[in-house]
T-cell receptor, first 113, second 114 residues
Framework: DVKVTQSSRYLVKRTGEKVFLECVQD?????MFWYRQDPGLGLRLIYF???????EKGDIPEGYSVSREKKERFSLILESASTNQTSMYLC????????????FGPGTRLTVL | ELKVEQNPLFLSMQEGKNYTIYCNYS?????LYWYRQDPGKSLESLFV?????AVKQEGRLMASLDTKARLSTLHITAAVHDLSATYFC??????????????FGKGTKLTVNP
């Protein structure tokens, strides 16, 4: 069975802290994605990666960076957390086959105080 | 830039009724996806639609795709309370580097009342 896990379900951090959100998939997928989800705005793509050490900016990359040192792990980094980064963060992975779909992790609800 | 619009954004319906959610997108795309999200949970894949005229059905949900009109529909037949959730459509888009990404609609929050 497909599995995408995220390091925390809930996280509370203070403004200015460095925050790491981790995502692990066990399906040997090449493509991994980070989204944030906010009420009324739907899902917005932050960064994605189509291979180890490769990354591409999504639609809202400002204030975030990513790391993909191993195929199964994709980390989202908030260098200096701000209150406007309070959100639900969702990780997803995709193998890239014609009929494949993105498989989502359970999400991390991050609150920045 | 690809834009994906869903309507309605909120839908309250009675059990047993039928209704359709619409998903319009602005540029040509190869694939369209429908996802379901329950409150406090993550997204679950419902359908992947690959070609013009594609129709897929599971239970009381049926999705179709018209690539010429750039329109997909999610039809709900004889709604039951268990279908209450938020439904998202998403469309494949080519990113600048040539890889693919999904662009999501804002979601339709469906509430089925007894």
């Amino acid at each position: 069975d497909v599995k995408v896990t995220q390091s925390s379900r809930y996280l509370v951090k203070r403004t200015g802290e460095k925050v790491f959100l981790e995502c692990v998939q066990d399906m040997d997928h090449e493509n991994m994605f980070w989204y944030r989800q906010d009420p009324g705005l739907g899902l917005r793509l932050i960064y994605f990666s189509y291979d180890v050490k490769m990354k591409e900016k999504g639609d809202i990359p400002e204030g975030y960076s990513v790391s993909r040192e191993k195929k199964e792990r994709f980390s989202l980094i908030l260098e200096s957390a701000s209150t406007n980064q309070t959100s639900m963060y969702l990780c997803a992975s995709l193998s890239g086959g014609v009929t494949d779909t993105q498989y989502f992790g359970p999400g991390t609800r991050l609150t920045v105080l | 830039e690809l834009k994906v619009e869903q309507n309605p954004l909120f839908l309250s319906m009675q059990e047993g009724k039928n209704y359709t959610i619409y998903c319009n997108y602005s540029t040509t795309s190869d694939r369209l996806y429908w996802y379901r999200q329950d409150p406090g949970k993550s997204l679950e894949s419902l359908f992947v639609l690959l070609s013009n005229g594609a129709v897929k059905q599971e239970g009381r949900l049926m999705a179709s795709l018209d690539t010429k009109a750039r329109l997909s529909t999610l039809h709900i037949t004889a709604a039951v309370h268990d279908l209450s959730a938020t439904y998202f459509c998403a469309v494949d888009s080519l990113a600048q580097g040539g890889s693919e990404k999904l662009v999501f609609g804002k979601g339709t929050k469906l509430t089925v009342n007894p």
